[in-house]
């Protein structure tokens, strides 16, 4: 809303003055950053047309002043005129920190995708591996020249020498006759000391 009034004060050394209203009321506090750029410098009497703002420390102050006969100029609140260069023209963010968190943020969009793609190809090398036939176990096969075959035995107990619980170690499927897991079996039974390989 605009307001009319007189310039009552100006203080030319510290550009600024007090308008005193046409219907009264207190007088309204005005800056020279108030008036456009090219309308030449204020002078006590003249009239005057204003808007007010709240300034900083309870009181109002008039913004966007113009002489009778001059067109309107929408001239920046204070708010906007006391910002940074960067806010007062719409850019949010300061300097580096502003640039910083896009680059950041396409980053982490970059790993969330990959480890989504990562995701995705692990379980469709898990879907194939699941369908592909069983390669078939290799059985086993004695030599030829051994004395031995498996029959399905499995423990010390049930062997009668060294060389056969070798055999069933190394030949048969279950064997479990190395409790030590050292390539010896029926240490305690048949393969004592040294081993007969």
């Known amino acids: 809303m605009r307001f009319e009034g007189k310039l009552e004060k100006w203080n030319e050394d510290r550009g600024f003055g007090f308008i005193m209203p046409t ?7 005005v800056h020279i950053s108030a008036f456009p750029r090219d309308s030449g410098r204020p002078k006590v ?3 005057l047309s204003f808007e007010v703002e709240p300034a900083g420390d309870g ?4 913004i966007n002043v113009q002489r009778p006969g001059q067109r309107p100029v929408s ?11 960067n806010v007062r ?9 502003g640039r910083l968190i896009p680059v950041v943020l396409v980053a982490a969009l970059g790993v969330y995708g990959y480890t989504v793609y990562s995701d995705k190809r692990a379980q469709a090398t898990r879907a194939v591996a699941d369908e592909a036939p069983a390669a078939p176990a290799a059985l086993p096969v004695a030599p030829a020249a051994s004395p031995y075959r498996c029959d399905g035995r499995t423990h010390c107990s049930q062997m009668t020498s060294c060389e056969e619980a ?4 190394r030949n048969c499927p279950n064997a479990q006759m190395d409790g030590d897991g050292n390539g010896i079996p029926c240490e305690r039974q048949w393969c004592k000391g040294p081993s007969r390989r």
């Not at 219907?23 to 506090?29: A, L, N, S």
């Not at 001239?75 to 260069?85: E, G, H, N, W």
């Not at 070798?166 to 170690?169: R, V």
Request: aromatic fraction near 10%; hydrophobic fraction near 30%.
């Open 23 to 29: 219907r009264g009321g207190d007088t309204v506090f």
């Open 45 to 47: 009497g003249e009239p």
């Open 59 to 62: 009181r109002r102050r008039a």
């Open 75 to 85: 001239r920046p609140s204070a708010v906007t005129r006391d910002a940074p260069p």
């Open 89 to 97: 023209e719409g850019r949010g963010g300061s300097g580096f920190l």
């Open 166 to 169: 070798i055999f069933f170690l």
